[in-house]
């Protein structure tokens, strides 16, 4: 199985701020990678696919990038609705496998 | 609107069964994979199974092969998870979501959840 390997497990930012989260696959994925937010109490939603696609709907402060091995997501200007734990996934290969998740807490 | 509501979680004892379903509305069911996920208290997301529209192709996570089946019935627009020999680790919220029209394991939109505990 693919292992997908977050950081940080948490960080503390404020609204305003450039936040950037890192995702790292054992083995290369090309560009089949794909970025999910969740909210406590709520269902993961998609956010971004082929590892730096805009899903319909989604603000343009978030951005991905990358292939390979190395994916970003970056959040240009934090807003409150945007504390929550941010998934990477990959889609590969069978199983699709996640990361563990970074928690973007208020500072 | 795309809606999926999942239902049929609840208590049961280690060793026991569940059937699990996911109802659909919004578009065309047949058309699309479906997957289920699931989410330990305070842990992360563990993809669990898939199915194709047509339910030719399935394929489960090494945690619950030979113990869930998934299945769908594309009249009545349902996906269901049979869950069995239930042990306290499947203890989980349980994520029916649909797969992009193109395939894959992109997963564009979920359900709200329901909640498995497995305790004696």
Redesign the interface.
């Known amino acids: 199985d693919i292992q997908m390997t977050q950081s940080p497990s948490s960080l503390s930012a404020s609204v305003g701020d450039r936040v950037t989260i890192t995702c790292r696959a054992s083995q290369n994925i090309g560009s089949s990678l794909n970025w999910y937010q969740q909210k406590p109490g709520k269902a993961p939603k998609f956010l971004i696919y082929g590892a730096s696609s805009l899903q319909s709907g989604v603000p343009s402060r978030f951005s991905g990038s990358g292939s390979g091995t190395d994916f970003t997501l970056t959040i240009s200007s934090l807003q409150p609705e945007d504390f929550a734990t941010y998934y990477c996934q990959q889609s590969y290969s069978t199983p699709p496998t996640f990361g563990q998740g970074t928690k973007v807490e208020i500072k | 609107e795309v809606q999926l509501v999942e239902s049929g979680g609840g208590l049961v004892q280690p060793g026991g069964s569940l059937r699990l379903s996911c109802a659909v509305s919004g578009f065309i069911f047949s058309s699309y994979n479906m997957n289920w ?1 699931r989410q330990a208290p305070g842990k ?4 669990v199974s ?1 199915i194709s529209g047509s339910s030719s192709t399935i ?1 489960y ?2 945690s619950v092969r030979g113990r869930f089946t998934i299945s769908r019935d594309n009249a009545k627009n349902s996906l269901y998870l049979q869950m069995n020999s239930l042990r306290d680790q499947d203890t989980a919220v349980y ?1 029916c979501a649909r797969g ?1 029209s193109t395939g ?10 329901t909640l498995v505990t497995v305790s004696s």
């Open positions: 996920v992360g997301l563990e993809w898939y394929y996570a090494d994520y992009h894959g394991y992109r997963l564009d939109d979920w359900g709200q959840g």
